[in-house]
């Protein structure tokens, strides 16, 4: 008895011979269909990428746009509550020098009350103890 895969049929020989040619024209049309959706898909993602870096550019631009004004206006507040500071600090030194002053006023004011005291008890002739000074004319 004969066995062997070179004596099959020729009918037989027929339908392998179109299986694998069927084989051959299906896996290249599916390598064709893969390497077309290849393409595609890296033309999507080169417009992808050209869109998401345009709108990153603009997005860039207006950060800094609003970056900027943002800096503008901290730096005129900035001006502004300096300025105010400054006045601020002026008036307190004024009121501190005015109060200063009408301190002294008040010292000799009461100096001189002091002194007229001290001028009428030795006219009058209270001593007064707890004043070792004399008292001189007011």
């Given at each position: 008895?004969?066995?062997?895969?070179?004596?099959?049929?020729?009918?037989?020989?027929?339908?392998?011979?179109?299986?694998?040619?069927?084989?051959?024209?299906?896996?290249?049309?599916?390598?064709?269909?893969?390497?077309?959706?290849?393409?595609?898909?890296?033309?999507?993602?080169?417009?992808?990428?050209?869109?998401?870096?345009?709108?990153?550019?603009?997005?860039?631009?207006?950060?800094?746009?609003?970056?900027?004004?943002?800096?503008?206006?901290?730096?005129?507040?900035?001006?502004?509550?300096?300025?105010?500071?400054?006045?601020?600090?002026?008036?307190?030194?004024?009121?501190?020098?005015?109060?200063?002053?009408?301190?002294?006023l008040i010292l000799e004011s009461l100096?001189?009350?002091?002194?007229?005291?001290?001028?009428?008890?030795?006219?009058?002739?209270?001593?007064?103890?707890a004043d070792p000074e004399p008292a001189?004319?007011?």
């Amino acid at each position: 008895m004969r066995s062997g895969l070179f004596e099959l049929k020729s009918d037989t020989w027929a339908i392998i011979g179109a299986g694998a040619a069927m084989a051959a024209i299906m896996m290249t049309v599916m390598l064709a269909l893969n390497a077309a959706t290849n393409a595609r898909i890296s033309e999507q993602t080169e417009r992808l990428d050209a869109r998401i870096s345009e709108q990153t550019d603009r997005l860039d631009a207006r950060i800094s746009e609003q970056t900027d004004r943002l800096d503008a206006r901290i730096s005129e507040q900035g001006e502004r509550l300096g300025g105010r500071i400054d006045a601020q600090e002026a008036r307190i030194d004024m009121l501190y020098d005015t109060m200063r002053n009408e301190h002294a006023l008040i010292l000799e004011s009461l100096a001189g009350i002091a002194q007229r005291v001290s001028y009428i008890e030795g006219h009058l002739g209270i001593g007064r103890a707890a004043d070792p000074e004399p008292a001189g004319p007011p």
